[in-house]
């Protein structure tokens, strides 16, 4: 099991930036893949961004172009830089760890983006 922590949530307005990272209690080196997720309520979570351990990446539509994920092995940290921030990604963001045939989850960190 890998524990998660995810810091960098907060209130922006329509048009900023924010900055979430991900840490992980062991190396992420050998896990699989590492990525971002979001819930707003009565809604399914949803995958936002993965990272393979081989640097691959994928992104939602709705936010491809504006958010990017990257991950620092030496840190065991992964990040979620998110540009152009829109009402709409306002919702609790999650990391979670592949590996195994498991997928560990961090407890959330919320982003609200509203004037």
């Known amino acids: 099991q890998v524990q998660l922590v995810e810091s960098g949530g907060g209130l922006v307005q329509p048009g900023g930036s924010l900055r979430l990272s991900c840490g992980a209690s062991?190396?992420?080196?050998?896990?699989?893949?590492m990525g971002w997720s979001r819930q707003t309520p009565g809604k399914q979570r949803e995958l936002v961004a993965r990272?393979?351990?081989?640097?691959?990446?994928m992104y939602a539509a709705s936010v491809k172009g504006r958010f990017t994920i990257s991950r620092d092995n030496a840190k065991n940290t992964v990040y979620l830089q998110m540009n152009s921030l829109k009402p709409e990604d306002t919702a609790v963001y999650y990391c979670?760890?592949?590996?195994?045939?498991?997928?560990?989850w961090g407890q959330g960190t919320q982003v609200t983006v509203s004037s």
């Open positions: 979670n760890a592949d590996h195994g045939g498991t997928r560990d």
């Open positions: 990272i393979t351990n081989g640097g691959s990446t």
């Open positions: 062991r190396t992420i080196f050998s896990i699989n893949a």
